[in-house]
T-cell receptor, first 112, second 117 residues
Framework: QQQVKQSPQSLIVQKGGISIINCAYE??????FPWYQQFPGKGPALLIA?????SEKKEGRFTISFNKSAKQFSLHIMDSQPGDSATYFC???????????FGAGTQVVVTP | EAGVAQSPRYKIIEKRQSVAFWCNPI?????LYWYQQILGQGPKLLIQ????????DSQLPKDRFSAERLKGVDSTLKIQPAKLEDSAVYLC???????????????FGQGTRLTVV
């Protein structure tokens, strides 16, 4: 069973545009929501993460928006650059587990 | 600082053969994970170690997969016998032990791409 659902599957955006990826979860025990970025042939790398006690977190061009009541969270990539072309995974975990439940991933392509 | 090291990078085997993957986590990371990433999907946890003890192996197909972490450092994941559906990238990750209210980032290795033919 997929505990974290991610959409869209793929996304094409022009340079300078905004990329938006959405995720939804069911397990209310989750209390840690990271986003990972993965380039071809590489392992996933942490991009940004949020806890449910805040509704938004921003780091540079990357912003997470979190809606606890709707059990949804999203990643916004502002001023998208060709170097942002990668696969993005949302994930969820609990502190006591450590293990991550990943979404299916979104392949983002930023055109010049 | 050195990251998570995995070997080999690629492996091609025939079905019913056996294969082993090796992982060396970041120094000081007591928690080690093995994930399976099938093409086009997100990583799925196979097994989680805390030092040399198993914390979670509920998703590990124990009839064919085994893993160990001797001395709480390096780990090996073995598949015997392999099936076609085992074709995937096997990712090793490590982190500090999970703690309440503390973000314990998981650092991933580059993975081993297994092709079973």
């Amino acid at each position: 069973q997929q505990q974290v659902k991610q959409s869209p599957q793929s996304l094409i955006v022009q340079k300078g545009g905004i990329s938006i990826i959405n995720c939804a979860y069911e397990n209310t025990a989750f209390d840690y929501f990271p986003w990972y970025q993965q380039f071809p042939g590489k392992g996933p790398a942490l991009l940004i993460a949020i806890r449910p006690d805040v509704s938004e977190k921003k780091e540079g061009r990357f912003t997470i928006s979190f809606n606890k009541s709707a059990k949804q969270f999203s990643l916004h990539i502002m001023d998208s650059q060709p170097g942002d072309s990668a696969t993005y995974f949302c994930a969820a975990s609990t502190d006591s587990w450590g293990k991550l439940q990943f979404g299916a991933g979104t392949q983002v392509v930023v055109t010049p | 600082e050195a990251g998570v090291a995995q070997s080999p990078r690629y492996k091609i085997i025939e079905k019913r053969q056996s294969v082993a993957f090796w992982c060396n986590p970041i120094s000081g990371h007591a928690t080690l994970y093995w994930y399976q990433q099938i093409l086009g999907q997100g990583p799925k946890l196979l097994i989680q170690f805390q030092n040399n003890g198993v914390v979670d192996d509920s998703q590990l197909p124990k009839d064919r997969f085994s893993a160990e972490r001797l001395k709480g450092v390096d780990s090996t994941l073995k598949i015997q016998p392999a099936k076609l559906e085992d074709s995937a990238v096997y990712l090793c990750a490590s982190s500090l032990p999970p703690r309440r209210s503390v973000n314990t980032e998981a650092f991933f290795g580059q993975g081993t791409r297994l092709t079973v033919v």
